[in-house]
């Protein structure tokens, strides 16, 4: 069964911290790796990664897929309560749909 | 102008009743979702439709019926609603089938009493 496995689960940082969050996977006919941070409502889109070793970055945010070893990291640089958030990794199936990790909770103190 | 809309956004109703939840995308996108995300966050499809046609339909009980009229419109009827069934549901679009960049509504926070 297809599967994508998240850690942490939750994680508290102070603000300034330097964060990373791990996903891996066991999906047949991979496609792609997505990362969306959810707020209060609808996730929004981080990220798509589709191949191995090519970080891809965002301001303060950055992320990398490793195919071979199967897995993904999400980096926050200089936190900021702002960030506080649940971070979900979805991989793309072959039916088009996304299979999701459960997430990752992330708090940012001040 | 929201892209992907769903109505209504919240809905509290007894057990046993029967409801439905609308969503309708503006984007133009060839394919539809219904995902639903349980209280530990868990988000995971239950149907999908590519203009008008079934694609996805995992395994949740057959009282969930989607409609899709058009390529615009996906909603979700729920017959002889279940404690169980309490959770977020959202719908999504994307431009088609294995494309992964979807868009989400904002949810409906469905309690069933």
């Known amino acids: 069964e297809d599967k994508v496995v998240q850690s942490p689960l939750s994680l508290v940082v102070h603000e300034g911290d330097t964060v990373t969050l791990n996903c891996s996977y066991e999906?047949?006919?991979?496609?792609?790796l997505l990362w969306y941070k959810q707020e209060k409502k609808a996730p929004t889109f981080l990220f798509m990664l589709t191949s191995s070793g090519i970080e891809k970055k965002s301001g303060r945010l950055s992320s990398i897929l490793d195919k071979k070893e199967l897995f993904s990291i999400l980096n926050i640089t200089a936190t900021q309560t702002g960030d506080s958030a649940v971070y979900l990794c979805a991989v793309g199936g072959s039916q088009g749909n996304l299979i999701f990790g459960k997430g990752t909770k992330l708090s940012v103190k001040p | 102008d929201t892209a992907v809309s769903q109505t209504p956004k919240y809905l509290v109703t007894q057990m046993g009743n029967d409801k439905s939840i609308k969503c309708e995308q503006n984007l133009g996108h060839d394919t539809m979702y219904w995902y639903k995300q349980d209280s530990k966050k868990f988000l995971k499809i239950m149907f999908s439709y590519n203009n008008k046609e079934l694609i996805i339909n995992e395994t949740v009980p057959n009282r969930f019926s989607p409609k899709s009229p058009d390529k615009a419109h996906l909603n979700l009827h729920i017959n002889s609603l279940e404690l169980g069934d309490s959770a977020v549901y959202f719908c999504?679009?994307?431009?088609?089938?294995?494309?992964?960049?979807?868009?989400f509504g904002s949810g409906t926070r469905l309690t069933v009493v």
């Open positions: 999906v047949t006919n991979f496609r792609s």
């Open positions: 999504a679009s994307s431009l088609m089938t294995g494309y992964y960049g979807y868009t």
